[in-house]
DNA sequence: CCTACCGATCGGTAGG
DNA sequence: CCTACCGATCGGTAGG
């Protein structure tokens, strides 16, 4: 495939044993082929392999041989079976934060006034579902559900990753909760809320009736109370 | 397997029966054999190291030193890792169960009629909080996140018991739906109030500040409506 | 329940 | 990225 093309690539570095081309290639070299795109592989192919059967029950070997590779070549990517499953949930992080900035920003952008907090986080819901479930969503439930797994310096850099995630929801959130639309302490009610997607995880069936946007609106309903009238009007 | 089932109750199809105690019996008098006793400290310890470390990378040998056996010993009590894994899993889930049938019963025969569909909700919350969270509680937790080790057969076996489980939350979550103190479809909002719950496992750290008093609070806060007196004298 | 042990598998590496 | 391989570990068993 395209790896026969990277092969007929000279490389300054190659030894001058002429011959053919054999199995011996040159050793990992300047970093210019198409090294990524490998890469990229091995990591999509490790988040489902993560989400389906769990970190510890995969084998570097089943995450080669879903990507074509021979049982030691995953390593010549990466130096572990740690760092592809941090590099899943990284890949996963800085997606889902991409994602949710961008349709906060459309909103804000289009029409700031027709966004009120409840709107907002009905758009971070939404989006939050598609992330969980939606198609190719390997990447954030590997986060959520094999983090034991990492180090501890790689559960650090993660949180600080998933603070960034939670920044976004703190307008919205703190917003509804002075309104009186979400009752209890925030800090408690966000936790009970990112519990009650995230679980989702364990139960959605996307064969079912329900659809995310269905989840979406149950999660409002749930959570987000109506203003009272009476009371907007009062403040 | 249902090995697990068949020794908790007397069950005619019992396999090991037959297979009484066996080869060299040594040292201990013959009254030492407290063999539930030993079963019983393996089923704690399992549930512990399940907890902490996971199904996956947790050994037999880990859960035999845990109770000072060694290597092979664990399988003269059950005939495989698994069988262990579902033996946590079904005490937790009888133990559960157990537990929320007497509040429920101590609450109906108390004063039923200070016990309504919210106070009832209340109840069930805060016992599931301790289920979680509370002292010895290891089995649940490794019941919510392991299954993925389990077999087709034990699933189903244990989702029986979920649904006993679930029947109990039934009348209080119907009563408060119909009330619209609930918003949106039951059936979704169970799950993820289930959601909310069983996440605090992942977050929840005794030695801070919230109790279990407070997430109860929380949670009830979030979920339930209080019911509008206008509309309530109205009905 | 211990002693002794086995076959399978796994993460990872050397070298081309 | 493949070939060939290794040390460690694991679930499980035979037999007393």
Redesign the interface.
């Known amino acids: 495939m395209d790896q026969a093309v990277a092969r007929t690539r000279s490389d300054p570095h190659a030894p001058v044993v002429a011959a053919k081309r054999p199995r011996g290639r040159p050793r990992k070299t300047a970093d210019e082929r198409d090294d990524g795109n490998r890469r990229v592989e091995l990591v999509n192919a490790a988040a489902k392999l993560f989400r389906q059967?769990?970190f510890?029950?995969t084998s570097t070997r089943d995450i080669a041989a879903a990507v074509g590779m021979h049982s030691g070549s995953p390593f010549y990517h990466f130096k572990s079976k740690g760092a592809l499953l941090y590099a899943v949930m990284d890949e996963g992080m800085r997606s889902a934060i991409a994602r949710q900035s961008a349709a906060l920003q459309a909103a804000a952008v289009s029409a700031p006034s027709a966004f009120p907090a409840a709107a907002l986080l009905r758009v971070l819901i939404r989006n939050h579902f598609d992330v969980l479930l939606g198609p190719g969503s390997d990447f954030i439930p590997v986060m959520?559900?094999e983090s034991?797994?990492l180090t501890a310096r790689q559960r650090a850099l993660l949180a600080r990753l998933q603070g960034d995630y939670e920044a976004l929801w703190a307008p919205a959130l703190n917003a509804l909760s002075q309104d009186g639309q979400?009752?209890?302490?925030v800090k408690?009610?966000r936790?009970?809320?990112?519990?009650?997607?995230?679980?989702?995880v364990?139960?959605f069936d996307a064969s079912k009736d329900?659809s995310l946007d269905?989840?979406a609106?149950?999660?409002m309903?749930?959570?987000v109370?109506q203003p009272s009238p009476v009371r907007q009007s009062q403040a």
């Open positions: 059967k769990g510890d029950a959520l559900y034991r797994s979400i009752k209890g302490p408690l009610a936790l009970l809320i990112f519990g009650a997607l995230n679980w989702s364990q139960w329900a269905d989840l609106d149950a999660a309903a749930l959570f109370q």
